[in-house]
């Protein structure tokens, strides 16, 4: 006799599923950055076949909330700073009660929590269950209760993050329709003037993060010998970049610090041959135009969570014992990312081989 070892109160697909044709508002919860809001697209477009008639709603950190504009699934965005993603709270505030009255006020039917494998649910559930929202499904590992009334254990952590919220769908009665990302680049998007035309390289050397960049002089290196390939070479980033940007483009690339929206960016990431970049939003939206991409990939986070599966890319790292570490500043050398520039020079020349 098989012993069902589940915990009695996680919830078994097919028993109680959500009635979804009979909603009328929904809010999917992922505020965080805007390579985690790319990657809710095949969220979105599961939850569009199977409440057709439905509002859908992100509700999006400021820094995320950019990216919803370019998922033609989402009907609205809520835009907050959120408690769990807060490091400074004052002691004794409710610094989500605005938010609850916010949520309450629009009345959804359902809200579903996504996570990456180390963040936790409950909180958001809470807030979600003070704003009167009847159905609360998330992923976890451990019982918390009533919070969420669709509670499903998590997958192993290794899951891709796509295929980890696709399983939270599938579980409560949301078939999948496909796990590849893709954006709606908007009609007026634009491209600098110095590329159009012409065949070009992007190169993004940001990251949300110091532990998650790649050294500026690498990047030089590979702005280089991009150019002498023949290519016009690109090197992109935030309005907070600037010198970043300047110092990778030298006196061979253009430099374009905070002069595009995410929808030129996209725009301009769809015509370029290859795209290299650190482990950030920028290589999840390659990935969803279907660019070729060199990805940087830091110890941060592990490689098959996050690696782009729409397009053709390399991952390069390296294994370390610390990885996957989390941290904002590494402690020790970037050992994780000890890659010359002449090994991603080389991954970009056989991907673009690959396109010709």
């Known amino acids: 006799m098989q012993v069902d070892l589940r915990h009695p109160a996680a919830h078994r697909p097919g028993h109680g599923d959500p009635e979804w044709r009979a909603m009328r508002r929904i809010l999917v919860v992922r505020p965080d950055n805007v390579g985690d809001v790319l990657m809710t697209g095949p969220v979105f477009r599961a939850l569009r076949a199977a409440a057709p008639t439905a509002h859908l709603d992100l ?210 990431l769809a015509g370029a041959e290859v795209v290299v970049a650190n482990n950030s939003g920028g290589v999840h939206l390659a990935d969803a135009v279907g660019a070729p991409v060199v990805e940087l990939f830091a110890g941060t986070e592990t490689v098959d969570q996050y690696r782009p599966r729409s397009t053709r890319a390399e991952v390069l790292t390296r294994p370390v014992s610390c990885a996957p570490c989390r941290q904002l500043v590494c402690p020790f050398g970037q050992e994780c990312l000890a890659i010359g520039p002449d090994e991603v020079l080389a991954a970009a020349r056989r991907l673009r081989t690959v396109a010709v």
Not at 142 to 156: A, I, K, Q, Y
Not at 237 to 249: F, M, N, Y
């Open 59 to 268: 509700l999006a950190s400021p820094a995320g909330a950019a990216a919803a504009a370019l998922l033609p699934e989402i009907d609205g965005v809520v835009t907050a700073s959120v408690s769990w993603q807060q490091l400074d709270l004052v002691p004794g505030a409710d610094p989500d009660a605005a938010l609850v009255d916010d949520l309450a006020a629009r009345g959804y039917d359902a809200a579903i929590v996504l996570t990456s494998f180390s963040q936790s649910p409950w909180p958001a559930a809470e807030v979600v269950r003070r704003a009167g929202v009847p159905v609360r499904a998330g992923l976890s590992k451990e019982f918390g209760g009533g919070l969420l009334t669709h509670w499903v254990p998590s997958p192993p952590d290794e899951e891709h993050q796509v295929d980890r919220m696709l399983g939270l769908l599938a579980a409560v009665g949301v078939p999948s329709r496909g796990a590849a990302l893709a954006v709606r680049v908007p009609d007026d998007a634009a491209t600098p003037l110095a590329v159009v035309g012409t065949r070009y390289a992007v190169v993004a050397p940001g990251a949300s993060c110091p532990s998650r960049r790649w050294p500026a002089e690498r990047f030089a290196a590979v702005v280089r010998g991009l150019a002498a390939d023949g290519l016009t070479v690109v090197v992109s980033g935030t309005e907070r970049e600037p010198e970043l940007v300047d110092a990778v483009a030298g006196d061979v690339g253009v430099a374009l610090a905070g002069g595009l929206g995410l929808g030129d960016l996209a725009a301009l």
